[in-house]
């Protein structure tokens, strides 16, 4: 079954475009993002030298807060991907990677975010992994770390790879989604790199002349 106001709240907020934290080539979105701390840890991290993370600044922060990219789908059309990364988590958060292909009409082709296999906090380093289809029309893919709670998740080590057919799917989803809206996915397209980067968080700053 699909987690219904983390699937509901996630399309709202990247639809509504999201906003950079201090972790370069990353961004946040969520209900209410400010409520929550991004940043880079460089005190713990499953391995290299820092990892993400995110931690709830109140003392009841509202559902639910993301770390997340969104690349172009064009070198992963008519693949089938994993998502794959090292998750950890304080006692009482919900941690868990997401992912989401979305459709040149702005509808979801396929998405998991893990809402009927993930356990809560604490918990160390832990392997997670999503494998959805990125077929036609895909336009973007979107991923991170979804955290839900008052604590700390983070993130590290993360891999995108095309796998072979014969690799389960994850998808949560029946059939794709109704059409959304066009002119965001046409507009974040534009704006979106055509593979992930500092997926392993050991990148300090942007390059000079990158958006």
């Known amino acids: 079954m699909i987690d219904k106001l983390a ?12 906003q950079t934290p201090p972790i370069p080539e990353w961004h946040r979105a969520g209900l209410k993002p400010e409520a929550y ?3 880079l840890d460089r005190d713990t991290f499953h391995s290299g030298h820092a990892s993400a993370m995110i931690r709830c600044r109140e003392r009841h922060c509202p559902p639910f807060a993301t770390l997340m ?7 992963y059309q008519g693949r089938r991907v994993r998502l794959s990364g090292w998750v ?7 941690a868990r990677l997401w992912m989401r292909v979305d459709g040149e009409d702005g509808g979801l082709l396929t998405f998991d ?5 993930y356990k809560n906090g604490p918990f160390e380093w832990t392997r997670q992994e999503i494998v959805l289809d990125v077929m036609p029309p895909a336009a973007l893919i979107n991923y991170g770390l979804l955290v ?8 590290d080590d993360l891999v995108l790879e095309v796998v072979e057919p014969k690799v389960k799917s ?4 029946q059939g794709p989604g109704p059409e959304g809206n066009r002119q965001w996915v046409r507009k974040t397209y534009n704006a979106s790199k055509p593979r992930p ?15």
């Open 69 to 75: 990219q969104t690349i172009q789908s064009d070198e």
């Open 37 to 39: 701390e991004f940043n």
């Open 88 to 94: 950890k988590a304080t006692k009482g958060v919900s």
């Open 170 to 173: 994850t998808n949560m989803m």
């Open 197 to 211: 980067v500092n997926l392993d968080f050991e990148q300090v700053s942007v390059p000079e002349g990158r958006p």
């Open 113 to 117: 975010n893990m809402g009927h296999r």
């Open 7 to 18: 699937f509901s709240a996630l399309f709202i907020c990247l639809a509504a475009g999201a």
């Open 148 to 155: 839900d709670g008052g604590g700390t998740g983070w993130v």
